[in-house]
């Protein structure tokens, strides 16, 4: 094999192209290479990343990505860079807004990230460090503590907004998104969510990781002119749970 | 987390053994006269950091014939032992009985510098400090590290319930109420009918409820309002003479239901809901944006399950 196309290919070329981290994250160029498959990266104030002004519950960590300022957004991702599960989040708005809002869990003091890539295939991005107490990642679940997860396993919440400028989606599912890193508790996740319209077209696909907080929640926003949607979602035994929602128009 | 209280104690013995430096040259905090043998020791108005050690709620010292009693001794071993010193200094005698009133670290954990027979607490209390006690802990050391050294979990006597009190020869009346957590303990003191309220009252700081019921809460402030006092120490922020920190808990606490139930019904999520104005009525209330947004964390998901019908 000649030298030169072993020097492209080498993770070392790939860093050297990636802007220096605002955040000076220890992981930056390592998670980058791992997650945005070598295309350009700008942080652009395009992308508006929203969470508290602290980690109160490191369990449940409240992250918006916004990328609504942008054109042609294909995916949005969510990852933070010191979890040991790092992207907790994979969204591509096929036929919806390019914003989402859910909560993640934090195993340490991290930089959380928001991540859009735009067709063109640049990656858009936005970031801040957030203080955590450790263990979001490595405690066991609050219903696997209580005993009762599996009374209510892939339950599924939700509920529509409708306003001149979106409809908004809300929804729920129960389920302990354990992630293996728990003794004697296998890797057990909600993994797969997409959200159609009433057609069967479509609108939104989630890839999930087990850093997604227990009994995830959602919030995505689609055109105003939909009149309605189908969730379906299914976890890593292939359980899979189903939901429709119809706009009541006034 | 165990493996470094365990070494921080040790280091704390082994200065204690020497020349005990940090027991004695620390500066003590400072006391102010409020009563009769009557002392209040405020804490920073601040959440719990680095730069306070800790020392973010109030603490009392009342002088009693047979020994100073110490109310709530703050979140560490240092603390207390300075808090011991204080009374000391003021009492002219030693702490005979310390006083939690509830379950909470910045109150309680510096139970630890004083004999475990002298501390007492409600049943409840007991409870909760024996269950979540050492998670306490653990937050406690990896935000403030050294100041905690020596520090370990003192479980209360649960043996506080509703009604007088001789308090080392001190006339105290105790109510046993709840709703900033589970079990909130409120002491009169009769000689200056100074009404001691541990966290079910905030002054101008904003109330925090990770414990928190907050119906319970109200109906507590309530019982608070209809007992005849002269001054009202609060568990956090300024001593009150005018009945402003009771309507001020009690307004705080009704905006923050309203406002949670109003946001969920609207469909933000809990990152909107968490950047919602605060009203400028409460701009006097240090670390507003930041109580806002804890109890954002504490019962959106809660308040979600209820406003998400199952599909």
Redesign the interface.
């Known amino acids: 094999m000649a030298g030169a196309s072993l020097a492209a290919a080498s993770p070392c070329a790939a860093e050297s192209a990636l802007p220096a981290d605002p955040l000076a994250s220890p992981m930056w160029a390592y998670r980058a290479g791992e997650i945005l498959d070598g295309k350009p990266v700008v942080f652009d104030g395009k992308v508006q990343l ?5 980690a ?2 490191q369990r ?1 960590f ?3 990505a916004d990328a609504r300022a942008l054109q042609g957004v294909v995916r949005l991702l969510i990852w933070a860079d010191l979890n040991p599960i790092p992207l907790a989040v994979d969204y591509r708005p096929v036929q919806a807004l390019p914003v989402i ?1 859910t ?1 993640i869990k934090l195993d340490q003091r991290t930089p959380v990230r928001a991540a859009a890539q735009t067709a063109d295939g640049v990656w858009h991005m936005a970031g801040a460090w957030v203080d955590a ?2 263990g979001g990642c490595s405690a066991p679940p609050l219903s696997r503590a209580r005993g009762d997860w599996a009374d209510h396993l892939g ?5 529509l ?1 409708f306003s001149p400028q979106a409809l ?1 989606l ?3 599912l129960r389920h302990p998104m354990d992630t293996g890193l728990v003794a004697n508790i296998p890797a057990f996740h909600i993994d797969q969510v997409a959200v159609k319209d009433a057609d069967g077209n479509v609108l939104g696909e989630l890839r999930l990781q087990a850093s997604v907080a227990e ?1 995830p ?1 959602f ?1 995505l926003e689609f055109a105003p002119a939909l009149r309605g949607v189908v ?1 379906e979602a299914r976890d890593t035994s292939g359980h899979d749970s189903r ?3 119809m706009v009541e128009k006034p | 987390m165990l493996g470094r209280r365990a070494f921080l104690a040790g280091a704390a013995l082994a200065l204690a053994q020497g020349k005990a430096l940090a027991a004695t040259s620390a500066p003590l905090p400072k006391a102010e006269q409020v009563g009769d043998g009557l002392w209040v020791v405020r804490g920073a108005d601040e ?1 719990i950091a680095w730069g306070n050690g800790g020392a973010i709620a109030n603490s009392v010292i009342l002088d009693a014939p047979a020994g100073a009693v110490l109310i709530d001794p703050g979140p560490s071993r240092l603390y207390g032992q300075a808090l011991g010193r204080l009374a000391q200094r003021l009492c002219s005698k030693k702490v005979g009985m310390v006083l939690i009133t509830h379950l909470h670290p910045d109150h309680a954990m510096g139970a630890c510098a004083f004999d475990p027979a002298i501390v007492h607490a409600l049943p409840q209390t007991r409870k909760d400090i024996g269950e979540q006690g050492s998670d306490f802990a ?2 406690l050391y ?1 935000i403030l590290a050294g100041a905690m050294q020596g520090t370990t979990v003192l479980t209360p006597q649960g043996d506080l319930a509703a009604g007088p009190l001789d308090a080392m020869g001190r006339g105290l009346q105790l109510y046993a109420l709840n709703g900033h957590s589970a079990g909130d303990l409120v002491v009169l003191d009769e000689q200056t009918q100074a009404l001691i309220t541990g966290d079910l009252v905030f002054h101008n700081r904003a109330p925090a409820t ?1 414990h928190a019921r907050i119906d319970q809460w109200q109906d507590s402030l309530s019982k608070l309002e209809a007992i005849p006092h002269r001054l009202l120490i609060p568990g956090h922020g300024p001593l009150d003479t005018g009945g402003e920190a009771l309507a001020q808990t009690r307004d705080w606490l009704g905006w923050v239901q309203d406002s949670l139930q109003r946001a969920v019904d ?2 933000l ?4 809901a ?2 919602l104005p605060i009203p400028d009525r409460f701009a006097p209330l240090r670390q507003a ?2 109580e806002w ?2 109890s ?3 019962f959106y ?1 809660g308040l ?2 209820q ?5």
Do not use: C, K
């Open positions: 929203s969470i508290p002004m602290l109160e519950n449940q409240p992250v918006m809002a909560r107490a450790g339950e599924l919440r939700g509920r907004w908004r809300r929804f729920s009994d929640a919030t969730i939901g429709q929602l | 959440p653990d937050a990896r990770p609207s469909g999520d809990m990152v909107e968490g950047a944006r930041y947004q804890r954002v964390a504490h998901a979600e399950t406003a998400l019908p199952i599909l």
